[in-house]
């Protein structure tokens, strides 16, 4: 099972950068996107449910969005009009269908200036 977040990066405040999640393993879904800040907790940023609905955090909506390519296995966040407080590192999260396991990629950085 692996997980390979890419794409984080220095941005300035109003710019854009998309994520991107690989996951290669039996039976394993990508669940979404979160976030920890330095001397915060990780957060939820974006999900999708079992409907197939996403789910943004407050603080992104309207900015960022979730989609996927199943064919990949590959699940990108498309992140616009960044704000200093969207730094952090960021995650995806996958659960394997069998067994429910929970994993998570090595994480990416995105540092957006002022």
């Known amino acids: 099972v692996q997980l390979q977040a890419s794409g984080g990066g220095l941005v300035q405040a109003g710019g854009s950068l998309r994520l991107s999640c690989a996951a290669s393993g039996p039976f394993l879904v990508i669940t979404g996107w979160y976030r920890q800040a330095p001397g915060r907790q990780r957060e939820m940023v974006a999900t999708f449910a079992t409907s197939g609905n996403s789910y943004y955090a407050d603080s992104v909506k309207g900015r960022f969005t979730i989609s996927k390519d199943n064919a990949r296995n590959t699940v990108y966040l498309q992140m616009s009009s960044l704000k200093p407080e969207d730094t952090a590192v960021y995650y995806c999260?996958?659960?394997?269908?069998?067994?429910?396991?929970?994993?998570w990629g090595q994480g990416t950085l995105v540092t957006v200036s002022s």
């Open positions: 999260n996958a659960r394997a269908l069998l067994t429910s396991k929970e994993y």
